[in-house]
């Protein structure tokens, strides 16, 4: 009966140190998965940092250079906000690993006092202790089998004690390895977000200088107002294109069939198969999608610029977006371009039925091909600041043709 309770103490003492165990493991995994965020995070940063750096070096255009510090501030504060995360995490294990440590304090010292015990017990019964019943076990004739089971009975007990000290001592100097490792990840977060914080502060002062400039300053404001009339040109330019594309595609269509029926008409009357006419978008005469949910924060036409402060032509709405915001195609269509544009960013431009399209700047990352055909509604990609010059927003452009129409009017179409 003394066997089967040490067994099952040994037993319930080693489940809790499994349990104490798995909660750490886990967390461990969180903090790497945090800390590959991190890096992918690092390593954008400085990428957009060094492309700031080569525009301002080579004087770029003004609305350019605007656009990669709003970026920047914006990447920044949100790399300071996962380094805090990151540093709240590690704060919570070290917590943790303390409180584990000081228990497997308390266990060895117990666990310690426990083999003094036993090792007094042994030293003062002498001769009549059970080292003395162990060498008679195994000098006097008998059963092998019943001399082997009282064996392992007499020294169990004493066996599983040492060895649950050292599993003890073991896992104690593990949690005193990951505590050190754990502190050392703390001073590293700690003091990068402290140079981020105050790098922040510098970046947000050269913000503000460069639009107190640009406020009072004529030739750099007529500078940056001809670098955004010229983005608008090279946009009205792609629908061009676009456009002409279309309409040389329908007449070589036109000219494909008239030369299929001239040559039908000169053999012998064949019965007529009827093939389905390839379409667009059929779906795209019901209701509209709105590409992205959010405030409309610029209009169609004529508005002030909310960094020149002029008057300005828009050609598209802006709607505000957040960080991981996803963009859907407007209506049904075929992707007919996905390319960087000057001023918008990376940018879809999907056709629509009749020679319509809808243009999407300012995308964080694209889930589409050119040439692919999109559902009403469906996703095309996610929303970021990439050449914007307040923050996180979608640029949504509409032109039937190569007239540019309001893009809200147009969504209520049926």
Known sequence: MRLFNVRWIVFLVCLLVGFSMAAPKKTDAQIKEQKTALKKLETDLAKKREELAQIESEEKGVLNTISLIDQNLSQTRNYIGELAKSEVMVQRVLVQLAHDIDSLDAKIKVRKETMKKRIRTLYVNGRNSEAQAL?????????????????????????????????????????????????????????????????????????????????????M??????????????????????????????????????ERKKKKDKKKPEKEITKPKKTIATSVKGPKCMPLEGEIISQYGLQEHPVLHIATRNLGIEIRGKRGGMVRAAAAGTVVMVSEIDGRGPSVIVEHEGGTYSVYGHLRSIR?????????CEEIGEVGDIASLNGIKLYFQVSEGTQTVDPLQWLKQK
């Open 368 to 376: 589409v091909n050119e040439g692919k055909e999109v559902r009403n």
């Open 221 to 258: 404001q007529h500078r940056a107002l001809q670098e955004f009339e010229r983005n608008q040109k090279t946009m009205l330019a792609l629908i061009k294109k676009l456009e002409e594309k279309r309409k040389k595609e329908i007449e070589a269509a036109k000219k494909a069939e008239a």
């Open 135 to 219: 060498y008679k076990l195994m000098t006097q004739e008998g059963n092998p089998e019943r001399q082997a089971y009282w064996v392992h009975h007499i020294l169990y007990n004493d066996l599983q004690e040492v060895n649950l000290l050292k599993r003890l001592v073991s896992e104690r100097d593990e949690k005193k390895q990951q505590e050190m490792a754990h502190l050392s990840d703390l001073s590293t977060l700690r003091n990068k977000k402290a140079a981020e914080e105050k790098g922040l502060v510098s970046q947000m002062s050269g913000q503000e200088r460069m639009l107190t400039s640009l406020k009072h300053d004529k030739e």
